[in-house]
């Protein structure tokens, strides 16, 4: 239940709190290193183990905005909106549906778990199938997906494969006819499956480029390329209707949201491309952060405090973007898959319940890696006149095999730019001085393997679950995205009024 008084109360008690900058918080806390940087371990047995340190120490939360963020969560009800998540309540009532996707990696309901392990089993024959030979030698695999279901397998197969162990993946998810074409040249139709994932089975990129796809299995002396194609959906009938056959569909859940959807049928390139072994390493990890996400209290819920984080940056301090730089290039992707798990999932103007929100949401989500980002964006965060809240994400084995320097280097660098931020660097020429007092956050990885990526991506699930409770909004619908659908539709068919600069890009572009 939430209770709006005490959600005014939380916020204006928020909002009277002192700003101290973080060199005072370090001053009044000499162990404020301990107490806001939080080590994480979760031992998964004979998949692995996951340790990292999440340091909120630069961020400018104290006890008093703790306490005062503690209430908030309470007076929004966060515990319970959290049970509801795992007890299959109905979390996004714009669509009257619960959402799952913790559910394929093991926290839910016992019937949604079990449907979950049932979906599982059922790829996990299908890989196994494949790398043991029965579709013929299977060398590469084209996935053709967008949003929710390419960024989160492409997230997985970059970090993870960098030595090639099963099969080459090319994840495609452009229209533009060239990202397919770069596919092709990549792979040999002999020896390549087609993965036609879609949630609903009817966007519009990917059914156009799994034609183009079969096309050229075809001209290319395939000799059956339907025979070739697995279909990763929630719409099985519609992949059916579409000519795959149905012993290479691997169905999922409506109730599991498209960014969400890594975790289920979608994650079968990950799985084919780096075993189940790995595949099952990552629901793990997943599933440890759920178990720390679904037990910790208050502050020591780490998603949860990184909620509060984002929400104080974003109305208290007016920060209308965050910034996430991976130190790593086996997490390249990562920025791209948060961004839409961000924006989809709280870029909203409406609540739960259906009234105007009376605050921001979501931050503009962007980023890139470290160090190239340090040579290109970074003066913006430095002396810009934005306060731009930053995660670092880092792992401490390093990635390669080459003279350590060069990971010792990345990760001194990381931790300088966190420094920086913070410190600044007073001078009596303004355009030489650094205001410091920048926010960040650092996520010091053991290492970047299946297990740890898993956890990490959790982690990042439940803040923008824990963020979305805390201004009382649906994170699992994305109706924003359906006005430019219908109306590229309009221009396709012809009919209906445009505005005089469309029609003009209409007839100048030759669509009309
Ligand atoms: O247009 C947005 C969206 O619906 C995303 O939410 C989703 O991840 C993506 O398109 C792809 O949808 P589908 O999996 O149904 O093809």
Known sequence: MTDNADIEAAWTRLEALAQPTLQQLFEQ????????????????????????LVDFAK???????LDAFEALAKA?????????????????????????????RGSGTPADVEEGEALLARMDMLVEAIHGGALGEVKHLIHIGIGGSALGPALAIDALTRDLKFVDTHVVSNIDGLALEQAFDACDPATTLIAVASKTFTTTETMTNAASALKW???????????????????????????????????????????????????FPVALAVGMEDFRALLAGARAMDVHFREAEGRANLPLLAAFADRYYARARGCQTRAVFAYDERL????????????????????????????????????????????????????????????????IAPGDELDPAHHRNLLMNCLA????????????????????????????????????????????????????????????DQFGVELGKHI?????????????????LMEVAGLR
């Open 488 to 504: 590229a539709k309009q221009i396709d068919s012809g009919e209906g009024e445009f505005d005089p600069s469309t029609t003009r």
């Open 76 to 104: 929004r009800g966060f515990d319970a909106a959290r049970s509801a998540l795992f007890e299959g309540g109905i979390v996004n009532p714009s669509e009257g549906r619960p959402a799952t996707h913790a559910a394929m």
């Open 217 to 267: 299995l075809g001209e290319n002396g395939v000799p059956d390329p339907g025979g070739r194609v697995v279909a990763l959906t929630a719409n099985p009938e519609r992949a059916v209707e579409w000519g795959v056959d149905e012993t290479r569909i691997l169905p999922f859940p409506e109730s599991v949201g498209g960014r969400y959807s890594l975790w289920s049928s979608i994650g």
């Open 332 to 395: 390249a992707l990562l920025p791209d898959f948060l961004q839409q798990l961000e924006m989809e999932s709280n870029g909203k103007r409406v609540t739960a319940d259906g009234r105007p929100v009376d605050e921001p949401t979501a931050a503009v989500t962007w980023g890139g890696v470290g160090t190239d980002a340090q040579h290109a964006v970074f003066q913006l965060l430095h002396q810009g006149t934005h306060m731009v809240p930053v995660d670092f994400i880092a792992s």
């Open 29 to 52: 806390d000499d162990d404020r290193a301990e107490t806001m940087g939080h080590r994480l371990e979760f031992d998964l047995g004979e998949l692995g183990q996951v340790g990292m």
């Open 417 to 476: 730019q966190g420094a920086a931020l913070m410190a600044g660097k007073a001078s009596d020429d303004l355009a030489r001085d650094y205001p410091g007092d920048r926010p960040s956050t650092t996520f010091l990885l053991d290492d970047c393997d299946a297990a740890t990526l898993g956890a990490l991506i959790a982690f990042h699930e439940h803040r923008v679950f824990a963020n979305a409770v805390l201004m009382g909004i649906n994170p699992f």
């Open 59 to 65: 961020t400018h939360l104290d006890a008093g905005a």
